[in-house]
Nanobody
Framework: VQLQASGGGLVQPGTSLRLSCQVSGSGFSFLGWYQQAPGKPRNLVALIDRGDAIQYADSVKGRFTLSRDNALSSDNAQNTISLQMNGLTPEDTGVYYC?????????WGQGTQVTVSS
């Protein structure tokens, strides 16, 4: 299993960014994104499961949208998940990690930095 995240950057408050994560492998239970703000633990931002249900952290509901190119249940060997982030605030600053859960084991991408600052 390999995950490669991209799309971070420095943006002003109120603007948008789109993160993408290329995931190799299959048989995933969950794919999603975590945020690690400076000096804080890693927290869940959004996830999608094999039933295509999507969950969001309360702090991003209505602003962030998680999407995927293939249903997890199709077990494609290559998958891409994206996180469209709108209305960014300084509190969204942090390193964003994509992750995949397969057979109760979690795999992480390398992280991509998002900085929201005026």
């Amino acid at each position: 299993v390999q995950l490669q995240a991209s799309g971070g950057g420095l943006v002003q408050p109120g603007t948008s960014l789109r993160l993408s994560c290329q995931v190799s492998g299959s048989g995933f239970s969950f794919l999603g994104w975590y945020q690690q703000a400076p000096g804080k633990p890693r927290n869940l931002v959004a996830l999608i499961d094999r039933g295509d249900a999507i969950q969001y952290a309360d702090s991003v509901k209505g602003r962030f949208t998680l999407s995927r190119d293939n249903a997890l249940s199709s077990d494609n060997a290559q998958n891409t998940i994206s996180l469209q982030m709108n209305g960014l605030t300084p509190e969204d600053t942090g390193v964003y990690y994509c992750y995949a859960t397969q057979r109760a084991r979690t795999y992480w991408g390398q992280g991509t930095q998002v900085t929201v600052s005026s």
